[in-house]
């Protein structure tokens, strides 16, 4: 299944968030909470409650799953992406557009806060979230009461959905990994041809090799239907202990780091999880990550 990036046309007017719709299924399966006056500091008495909704609007790198009629793939926003995105809706002046369930436009709902988590020690996570570095996070206040009371403190409505425009970039597909595979084997061997020794390592631990194995076997109880041909070549290769070089290392730390919001150990039957195992899993993140900064290829 493919996976799609979305990105800014920045020279399109349309381009970005034109409104935050609350939801009762939000895409980005993170509930927002609602503020009271007790989990807030009291600015004198001018509020007995304040009606405030906190959540994410979006995360970065986590992909969400998406079908038009019978094509299905996931997309995914870039942390560049989200900050954009979330500067734009701000500088265009949307803060006081949103709507219900994508179908009907509220009145008297307006984003009061807007915030990239920056850091662990952010402070959402005072109010139970656990959110990635670079998500974007709004308060919203509701004045509207038929919104406050119906839908809100009835539980109708549970998280932040954004609606917007966005251009498609295709980052990764069955095709797509094969052809860029395929590109970066044709270079290795014009460079083999031309004399040129390529660096490769096989330095990883056995945490990586150990990974791929048990990928390997997972992947095997589910018919082998997970991955790509690239996926499993990439699994031998780290099972068996190979050196890889460094074209295929930043392909391994590019996908990890994609992938992994969709690595659940509980569900052994999950492609995403049987993937991210293949690559070398939480290991081979680790190990791509020091080993690209060991050689200066990433900071």
Known sequence: MRIVELILDEEEMLSGVQAISIVEYPAIESDFITLSKEQ???LAEVDKEKRILMGPALIPNKTIFRKKEDDEY????????????SELFLTRGNQNKSTLEHSFELQGLSVVESWIVESKEDKSK?????VPEGTWMVSMKVYNDEVWQDYVKEGKV????????????????????????AQELLDEIRKSVQGIELESYSDYSEGVRNNAKKGIEMNKKVDNKCATQVGKVRAQQLANGEKITVATIKRMYSYLS???PNYDPSDSKACGTISFLLWGGKAGLGWSRNKLRELGEIE
């Open 258 to 260: 994609r992938a992994e």
């Open 74 to 85: 996931y997309i995914y926003f870039s942390k560049d992406t989200v900050r954009k995105a």
């Open 40 to 42: 807030e500091i009291k």
């Open 158 to 181: 549970k998280g932040f959905s954004i609606e917007g425009y966005f251009a498609d970039k295709v980052n990764m597909s069955a095709e797509s990994e094969e052809e860029m595979e």
């Open 126 to 130: 005072a109010y139970g979230f656990d």
